[in-house]
């Protein structure tokens, strides 16, 4: 995986969703630092408005997910397997591929349905899994219901209230059906599977969709979704090895100076890994600084023997031993 540089960064109040963030983003991007390219979001950012702002507006080329929204939950159910391409492999996954023009923010654009053995599994094991939690939790709903005793008995809103959240919890709202019968007397539950949604959720495992404005291949557009991936490594980086949070400051002066030094510090941590795999392919920021550790700390470790990849490391960064 290749390292990321950070080129900006910008801090928004924490209750700004993060699709609201792409037009101030671009403002930055475009007319203010005049770079280009083309840019890899994920789900939560493609809007119908920021595909405008991005593609019509800036003219600029994207790869991004979409969300299985009612439209494109009736294109991915409609399509048969085999209406999808050629099997192509990434790694060690197998997939197919089917492309559409979908119309979005008034412009057809270039959408494509992609399917995975592999992802088909994690999903239905992954439903299984929340399906098996939901029963359990209805189950205790429904045990609570029966059982006598003082104290006030529940309302009818609050056990509603209860069965609502367990099943937005495990996300089978759609999978379960469920009933109160009876009075305040003796209400029971009764439920049962929603077997046509759960037909449609068979059919919907692996499947998922990317758009794009490139002209390539369904490969390489998947290809560059997954670059992300770099991406997200930043974030675990300013998370865990930067330790970003928790933020002590209250005044936003000195929430903005506690990221930008943050900022810094990984933009550094990104120059540090890219000059460090000119001499060891591979190796990461954080053993980098472990390596270079091991000589300022060498007055403590009597029987340590650098080795030639140390002292290569060590004399690329023009330290002395």
Not at 137 to 164: C, D
Not at 206 to 226: A, C, F, H, N, Q
Request: charged letters at 35%; glycine letters at 6%.
């Amino acid at each position: 995986m290749h390292p990321t540089v950070p080129l900006f960064h910008e801090a928004f109040p924490g209750n700004t969703v993060d699709s609201k963030t792409v037009k101030e983003t671009m403002v930055r991007f475009r007319d203010q630092l005049e770079l280009d390219g083309c840019l890899v979001v994920d789900l939560g950012i493609v809007t119908s408005a920021n595909i405008v702002e991005i593609v019509d507006e800036r003219k600029l080329d994207i790869v991004g997910g979409l969300r299985m929204g009612m439209r494109f939950r009736a294109l991915a159910l409609d399509a048969t397997l085999k209406s999808f391409g050629k099997k192509f492999a990434l790694k060690d996954e197998v997939l197919q591929a089917k492309e559409f023009s979908v119309e979005i923010g008034g412009n057809d654009r270039q959408c494509i349905l992609y399917y995975s053995k592999d992802k088909s599994e994690r999903d239905l094991k992954s439903r299984e899994i929340r399906l098996v939690r939901a029963r359990e939790g209805l189950e205790e709903i429904a045990s609570s219901l029966s059982r006598e005793g003082r104290g006030r008995r529940p309302t009818k809103n609050g056990i509603e209230g209860r069965i609502a959240l367990l099943l937005e919890k495990s996300h089978c709202e759609k999978l379960i059906d469920w009933r109160l019968v009876g009075g305040r007397g003796g209400r029971r539950l009764k439920w049962e599977l929603n077997e046509a949604a759960l037909k449609e959720e068979e059919i919907l495992d692996g499947r998922y969709w990317l758009m794009t404005t490139l002209d390539v291949s369904p490969k390489e557009v998947l290809e560059i979704y997954r670059s992300r991936d770099a991406v997200e490594r930043g974030f675990r980086i300013t998370k865990e090895t930067i330790k970003i949070r928790p933020i002590w400051n209250r005044t936003e002066e000195h929430i903005k100076a506690h990221l930008f030094v943050c900022f810094i510090a990984y933009l550094l941590y990104s120059l540090l890994e890219l000059e460090a795999r000119k001499q060891i392919p591979g190796i990461t920021g954080v053993k980098a600084l472990e390596r270079l550790r091991k000589f300022t700390e060498r007055a403590t470790r009597p029987r340590f023997l650098p080795t030639t990849e140390d002292i290569n490391l060590l004399s690329h960064f023009a330290l002395e031993r």
